[in-house]
């Protein structure tokens, strides 16, 4: 028998989808379009980490120093661009083994369970990386997007706690931390969970391993989200 109301908050990026590295390349072309060819993703770590860092790193190794228009100027670019890479890449990018089963287990759940985002994407891209994968965004009630960190600087342990306060926030039921999962493929989600005192599933489909992913406190780690039935249990259970 389940809890009456269970919050799961899911990565995108390898966690959900693969995209053949989409997003790195349309910021780059982004970026090079704005300040020219010292515009570069080489060196920047990307697994786990918000764009709203990674973007600033980004332009600061570039020898820039972006005001907000210039942010928002890049925005636009980085959206056109992942757009278009997208469709002109359509094969690189698929939903991870089991995403599609396990989310139409999950949705078949109704009132019981609530899909959420926890991702350092900003909203327009990370929509249309799922779009691209067969997703649809509209599954996802509430999200708590990679420049919506209330601290400075950002970081992803805040974002777990913006997810649920938006959730009680739209008229659903308080959800304890206890019973709200999140679910990523990098340390960096393994401990933004542990922080805000939810669940945690490490999922190996990005650069981490099962072990390494058990190692930084994963309540569960799996090499990937295709056994539906035993990831049900454990995350209704």
Not at 9 to 26: H, S, Y
Not at 134 to 143: K, T
């Amino acid at each position: 028998m389940t809890n009456p109301h269970t919050l799961i908050l899911f990565d995108i990026d390898a966690t959900l989808v693969k995209t053949g590295g989409a997003g790195i390349a349309a910021m780059g072309k982004a970026g090079r379009e704005l300040v020219g060819e010292g515009f570069s993703a080489e060196g920047i770590a990307f697994a786990g980490r918000l764009d709203a860092l990674i973007v600033p790193e980004m332009f600061a190794r570039a020898g820039h120093d972006p005001d907000g228009d210039m942010l928002r100027a890049f925005r636009t670019r980085y959206h056109a661009k992942l757009v278009e890479h997208l469709q002109e890449n359509r094969a690189q990018a698929t939903a991870l083994p089991g995403v599609p089963a396990l989310l139409e287990a999950l949705r078949r759940q109704g009132q019981a369970v609530t899909l959420g985002l926890v991702t350092g994407n900003y909203a327009e891209t990370g929509q249309e990386k799922l779009r691209a994968c067969g997703i649809a965004p509209e599954w996802f009630a509430v999200a708590a997007w990679g420049d919506e960190s209330p601290s400075t600087p950002p970081t992803r342990d805040a974002l777990p706690k913006v997810a649920m306060q938006r959730h009680h926030a739209a008229g659903r039921p308080a959800v304890p931390a206890q019973r709200t999962v999140v679910i990523g493929d990098t340390p960096h989600d393994v401990r933004c969970g542990r922080v805000n005192g939810c669940r945690t599933l490490g999922v190996a489909t990005g650069w981490n391993s099962v072990h390494e992913l058990a190692d930084s406190g994963a309540d569960w780690a799996v090499p990937d989200l295709a056994d539906t039935a035993a990831i049900m249990r454990w995350l209704l259970g």
